[in-house]
């Protein structure tokens, strides 16, 4: 009975693995990549405050202006269709 090499099997297993490991770290994010990120939807969200508070600054000067509209068109009597 001769025996089998299974040798280069389990060789070709361990350097598939290592293969996967390496490539797999390579994808991975770095502490630095997830920081990077985290700064840049930080910035979003500031940003985008910022402009709700403006647009709720203009929404404000738009009814008081409306507001005047309609009681220039009353005392004029001018009827005003909003």
């Given at each position: ?63 008081q ?11 004029t ?6």
């Amino acid at each position: 009975m001769s025996e089998t090499n299974f040798q280069p099997i389990f060789d070709y297993i361990d350097e598939s693995e290592k293969r996967i490991k390496s490539e797999i770290k390579s994808e991975m994010a770095t502490k630095a990549d997830i920081e990077r990120v985290l700064k840049a939807v930080g910035a979003i969200s500031k940003t985008s405050s910022e402009h709700e508070d403006k647009l709720l600054e203009a929404q404000n000067k738009t009814e008081q202006l409306e507001h005047w509209v309609i009681q220039a068109a009353e005392r004029t009597e001018v009827p005003y269709r909003p």
